[in-house]
């Protein structure tokens, strides 16, 4: 019995463990500027010309480097939904440089995303497709 009522009180307690590390959070938590520490899976191991995105959440844009070039874009909310949140074709510097593979990964990556959720900590952010997958894990 005390084994059942051990078990009763731990299901409940693991359910909530686990919904609060997928909690969507407001958009506009984003503003700043972010490290990008993890594309779709994948860490990035870059040393030099860290990927980092810098939004501006009241003029909603969002400006950045890719690993090696710049990009500038615009951002997307939905005041229906405050964890909504797409990101603009834009427009990149064109410059070639050792490991464009990263930079690939990065630009490509944004058209999938769809929403922000809170990450392991106040420093992190995940930018998740529309299924609520991973895309980019941001970090202050």
């Known amino acids: 019995m005390k084994k059942l009522f051990m078990y009763a009180l731990l299901i409940p307690a ?33 040393k030099e010309n860290k990927p980092f995105m810098e939004f501006n959440m009241e003029e909603k ?8 070039n710049l990009f500038n874009t615009s951002l997307e909310t939905s005041p229906g939904d405050i964890s909504a949140l797409k990101i603009s074709q834009g427009m990149t ?20 995303v769809r929403a922000v959720k809170a990450g392991a900590d106040a420093n992190q952010m995940l930018l998740v497709d529309e299924s609520g997958n991973t895309v980019f894990v941001l970090s202050k």
């Open 61 to 68: 844009k969002l400006h950045g480097n890719a690993g090696c």
């Open 93 to 112: 510097t064109m410059m070639a440089c050792p490991d464009m593979d990263t930079e690939t990964k990065i630009l490509q990556a944004m058209d999938a």
């Open 14 to 46: 693991m359910a909530v463990s686990f919904a609060c590390s997928e909690k969507k959070t407001d958009a506009m938590q984003l503003n700043g500027k972010w490290n990008i520490v993890e594309v779709k899976g994948e860490v990035i191991s870059t």
